[in-house]
């Protein structure tokens, strides 16, 4: 993971969308929250997000799409990057649905790197 805000988002970004899902996992807290975009539901804590994106999400590889930073809040040991981007279930996939998301960063010293422990996306129509 980076030391920096906007360089953890990156990463977390580019993992997801090339189906890094264990290397992924690597920079997420253990008490992670991923909202699954077009669900009302959530799905809680680090064993439980990798059982879902390596067994639901593997064979599809969504995609975040050209995310727009609206939003960066920075405060010692918390983190927040939020704004607009468009979400795709599969990459070949024509159809991209736009999403407001809000990634929440962790860290426990300032000096630590950041980790991702919640990702919420809902379709922004």
Same mark, same amino acid.
């Given at each position: 993971?980076?030391?920096?805000? =906007?360089?953890?988002?990156?990463?977390?970004?580019?993992?997801?969308?090339?189906?890094?899902?264990?290397?992924?996992?690597?920079?997420?807290?253990?008490?992670? *929250?991923?909202? =699954?975009?077009?669900?009302?539901?959530? *799905?809680?804590? *680090?064993?439980?997000?990798?059982?879902?994106?390596? #067994?639901?999400?593997?064979?599809?590889?969504?995609?975040?799409?050209?995310?727009?930073?609206?939003?960066?809040?920075?405060? $010692?040991?918390?983190?927040?990057? $939020?704004?607009?981007?468009?979400? =795709?279930?599969?990459?070949?996939? =024509?159809?991209?649905?736009?999403?407001?998301? #809000?990634?929440?960063?962790?860290?426990?010293?300032?000096?630590?790197?950041?980790?991702?422990?919640?990702?919420?996306?809902?379709?922004?129509?």
């Amino acid at each position: 993971m980076a030391k920096e805000l =906007r360089q953890a988002f990156d990463q977390a970004s580019e993992l997801f969308n090339a189906g890094n899902y264990n290397e992924l996992g690597a920079i997420l807290s253990s008490n992670v *929250i991923l909202k =699954r975009v077009g669900d009302p539901g959530s *799905i809680v804590g *680090i064993g439980n997000v990798m059982a879902y994106l390596n #067994t639901h999400q593997k064979s599809q590889q969504p995609q975040f799409v050209g995310p727009k930073i609206q939003m960066q809040i920075e405060k $010692g040991t918390q983190g927040v990057i $939020g704004g607009a981007a468009e979400y =795709r279930n599969k990459p070949g996939d =024509r159809v991209m649905v736009p999403v407001q998301f #809000t990634f929440v960063f962790v860290r426990n010293d300032p000096n630590d790197d950041w980790m991702l422990t919640n990702l919420f996306a809902v379709p922004a129509n």
